[in-house]
Each structure stands twice: as C-alpha cells, then as structure tokens.
C-alpha cells in the first residue's frame, strides 16, 4: 500500500495527506487495519452528515469522535444494534470530563517525578488504595492531578477518603470528588478537603459507599 504523493495530491489539504499516511502506516499491524477499517468505514457514512460544521468544531479529536457518534445517522445505526447506545455515548463525555477537571491528568512517570519516588512506589500506593489510578490499557495508567500539591504532595485527608470508598471501583471515586454534595451542602469533596474540612467529607464518603449498588 503506497502512502500519497503530497505533489500529485496537492489539492488535498497537508492536514489530511498526513492523516492518511499514517492510517497506511499503522495498517501494516493486521490487528491496527482491522480496527482502521471498520472505524473509516463508519466515519465515511457519518461524514455524510449535514452537522459537520458542529462536529468539527469540538476542542480535541476525541471530543470530534463522540460528536460525531452523536449525530442523528450514527445514532440512528447505533441504536439498532445497541438501544443503550447512547447512554454509554453520554457516560464516555461524563469520564472525559472528569480527566479533565481540575488541572487534568499525568501519567505514572510525572507524577512520580512530581514527587520525588520511583514509579514503582506510584503504583504500589494506587494498588493501596491510597491514589486513583485510571487504566489506559497495557498496564498503563494515568492519575488525576488535583491529588496533589505543588510541593509534591498528596492533599491533606485523601488517603482517609479513599479508605473509605476502597470497594468503589477508580471512576466513582473521581465522581465522588469532583461532583457536588447535597451532604456538603452542594461543595464538592475536593473543595472541603482543600479548605481543611476532612470530617464532614469522610461522614460524606462513607455514606455514598453505603449508598452505592454492590
């Protein structure tokens, strides 16, 4: 497969020239074409939507994916192989929302260059319970930067609060902190913590575990 010649393609814009050669350079993996494929696939039959001029006005190329999955003809092809299609669409901007409050996140070597400690030490604390850790695949995991302080800390009570949701899986952690609560009188978790305020957030954590589905 012949990536494009930019001479004899010069009325196709650099930006897509670039994209399609590195679509035919990760096609030489089967495993990479396959998924390729299927997704072009269904891009093109999206691409004839009449919402480009909004999708294509999304922040980031992930967020122009799940605008285009929200479109009236992705959504239409979704919801016939799956009625909770767009349910799960909806859950998948809630998670990127919450990877990007409060400063967004790093990988494992930053943060543990941030503190001062081996990698190593980074997850042997997330398999304690005593960061929030997010799976990216292939062992990979990236952290939520608000965790820590300028000074290469964690904030003051969040390994007490984590105890306390240490049956919740990473991804309703995140949502307990970030989201307000009726309980703190509609403060988020982390906005108590930071005000020095760990009690109530506790008493907070504890019954939102409870109340949680096992």
């Known amino acids: ?6 001479d004899k393609n010069a009325k196709i814009p650099k930006s897509t020239q670039n994209a399609v050669n590195r679509v035919f350079q990760a096609s030489q993996e089967p495993l990479k074409g396959a998924f390729l494929t299927r997704g072009i696939e269904g891009l093109i039959e999206i691409a004839e939507s009449e919402n480009l001029v909004d999708i294509t006005a999304a922040d980031s190329n992930y967020e122009v994916l799940l605008a285009a ?3 009236p003809e992705a959504l239409s092809l979704l919801t016939q192989r799956d009625p909770l299609a767009l349910a799960k669409i909806r859950g998948l901007k809630l998670k990127q929302q919450l990877i990007e409050a409060e400063g967004g996140c790093a990988s494992s070597d930053e943060i543990a260059e941030l503190l001062g400690i081996t990698r190593q030490a980074i997850n042997k604390r997330r398999h304690q319970g005593q960061l929030i850790g997010l799976s990216r695949g292939k062992g990979k995991y990236i952290y939520p930067r608000w965790q820590f302080t300028d000074t290469g800390k964690t904030i003051s009570g969040l390994e007490s609060v984590l105890k306390e949701l240490k049956q919740l899986d990473p ?7 970030l989201n307000p609560n009726v309980r703190l009188e509609e403060k988020t978790p982390l906005e108590m913590l930071r005000m020095g305020k760990l009690e109530p957030v506790i008493v907070s954590a504890i019954a939102f575990a409870n109340d949680e589905p096992d």
Do not use: P
């Open 69 to 71: 999955l929200q479109t």
């Open 1 to 6: 497969m012949k990536m494009l010649d930019r």
């Open 171 to 177: 991804w309703t952690q995140l949502a307990f902190f």
